[in-house]
C-alpha cells in the first residue's frame, strides 16, 4: 500500500511551483526592492530558473514523490504561480519568456532527480521507459518557442 495518495504527492508539488514561482519571482522583478537594485531583477530569472531546479530535486529526494506526481503537480503550480505574478504585478510581452524558462526549470529538475532515483534510490518507476522521452519533449518544446520568441 501506498504512503500517500497521488493527490496529496500531487498537491504538494503543486505548492511548490506555486510558491517558488509567484513569490520568487516577485521578490525579484515585482518589488520595490528590485526597482531599487536593477540588478536583482537582472538575476532574478536566473535565480527563480535556479531555485526551481534545486526545489524540485530536493522536493522529489525529500518527500519521495512519484515522477508523474512531481512533473504533474509543478507544472500546474507553475501555470498558477505566473498567474497570481502576473496579478499582482502585471504581464507585458516580455514576460512570455519566463514561460518556457520555467517549464524547462521543471523537467530538468525533474529529470534530475529521476536520474538519481534510478542510479542511487530504490526506484519507484521502471528503468527504461518513456519518462525520458516525455522529458526530453517537455524541454525541447519550450526551447523551440524560446528561440522563435528571441530570434524571429
Known amino acids: ?3 500517500r495518495p497521488d493527490l496529496f504527492m500531487v498537491a504538494e508539488a503543486f505548492v511548490l511551483g506555486l510558491l517558488a ?15 531599487s537594485f536593477p540588478a536583482i ?9 535556479v531555485g526551481l531546479i534545486g526545489g524540485t530535486i530536493l ?22 504561480g505566473l498567474w497570481v505574478f502576473a496579478m499582482v504585478v502585471g504581464w507585458s510581452f516580455v514576460m512570455f ?4 524558462i520555467g517549464i524547462t526549470a521543471v ?5 534530475v532527480a529521476y536520474e538519481r532515483e534510478q542510479q542511487y534510490g530504490n526506484p ?6 518513456t519518462w525520458r522521452h516525455v522529458f526530453a519533449i517537455l524541454i525541447l518544446l519550450p526551447s523551440v518557442f524560446l528561440g522563435l520568441l528571441l530570434f524571429a
Open 59 to 80: 522536493l522529489a529526494e525529500w518527500r519521495h514523490l512519484t515522477t508523474g506526481a512531481l512533473l504533474g503537480g509543478e507544472l500546474l503550480g507553475l501555470f498558477a
Open 21 to 35: 514561482t509567484a513569490g520568487i519571482l516577485y521578490a525579484t522583478l515585482g518589488s520595490p526592492l528590485a526597482e
Open 97 to 100: 519568456a519566463i514561460v518556457p
Open 41 to 49: 531583477s537582472g538575476m532574478g530569472v536566473v535565480a527563480w530558473a
Open 107 to 111: 523537467v530538468t529538475g525533474s529529470w
Open 124 to 129: 519507484r518507476e521502471p528503468p527504461v521507459g
Open 1 to 3: 500500500m501506498k504512503d
